[in-house]
């Protein structure tokens, strides 16, 4: 390693070049830089503060990538906000600290092979720094410290959402997991119907449809009709042709 800056209030601009990443206009022969704050708390990141290091990496499509690296702990202080109201009680709280610690850590798995192992999005679990931390959700998380779901001996696929339209889905059936598990078939479950998500719907001309599928590498030329082609036992589509 180099190190190539160093100061208080230290301010990075970073930028993508062919050569690599860019200090403003200046190349710096490199494919990535490690952006090391003296503070935990001391990094900012778009305008958003974030605990830990950041690591920023140049992609093969000409775009920067940044790399959180976390502790495990301190990174649910950053998802129980976003993905819970941090004013429920203090043991749902902790029961969702140990649902997204055990998401982490299997997601992790699942990504041994990438430059991550969880995006910050819904694809993983919604992270947003220390943003919007709460002394509540950091009392939680330190309080179930290392607890995970464990099932037939193995780490849990604990996967968890919002709003299930009245239904949960298999995981089979929605490509989650390849094999059956138990505790993860669809059942009925009517706790989710104040939800703003429980009935919605979204409006797509065939042009468009047309237009996504081509971007994606089908060879797609004008889309004349769609129609289901079969449904899961919860009534969703299983396919579209």
Same mark, same amino acid.
């Given at each position: %390693? +180099? ?21 403003? %206009? ?5 494919? /990535? ?18 605990? /830990? ?19 495990? %702990? ?37 990504? @041994?092979?990438?430059? #991550? ?6 694809? $993983? ?8 931390? @709460?002394?509540?959700?950091? @009392? ?5 410290? /290392?607890?995970?779901? +464990? #099932? ?16 949960? %889905?298999?995981?089979? $059936? ?23 998500? #429980? ?12 237009? @996504? ?25 299983? /396919?579209?042709?």
């Amino acid at each position: %390693e +180099i190190l190539l800056k160093k100061g208080e209030d230290l301010e990075v601009v970073l930028k993508p070049g062919p050569e690599g990443v860019r200090w403003g %206009e200046e190349p710096l022969n490199r494919y /990535g830089v490690r952006v090391v704050p003296k503070k935990d708390t001391g990094l900012f990141l778009d305008g958003k503060p974030f605990r /830990g290091i950041v690591d920023i990496l140049r992609q093969k499509n000409m775009t920067l990538l940044a790399v959180n690296h976390i502790d495990l %702990e301190k990174y649910l202080y950053g998802v129980l906000p976003y993905e819970i109201p941090h004013d429920w009680s203090g043991e749902m709280l902790q029961v969702q600290a140990i649902l997204a610690r055990t998401f982490a850590l299997y997601k992790k798995m699942e990504h @041994r092979k990438e430059d #991550y192992d969880l995006v910050a999005t819904v694809l $993983s679990q919604h992270y947003g720094g220390r943003e919007k931390e @709460r002394r509540r959700v950091r @009392r939680a998380v330190r309080r179930t410290e /290392g607890k995970v779901l +464990i #099932y037939q001996g193995t780490l849990f696929p604990a996967f968890y959402h919002s709003t299930c339209g009245g239904h949960t %889905e298999d995981a089979v $059936s929605a490509t989650l997991l390849k094999e059956k598990l138990s505790p993860l078939q669809g059942v009925r479950c009517p706790y989710c119907t104040d939800s703003p998500f #429980y009935r919605w719907e979204r409006a797509f001309s065939l042009e468009d449809i047309a237009f @996504r599928l081509r971007r994606k590498g089908f060879p797609i030329k004008t889309i004349m009709d769609l129609q289901v082609h079969g449904r899961t036992f919860s009534g969703r589509a299983k /396919g579209i042709v």
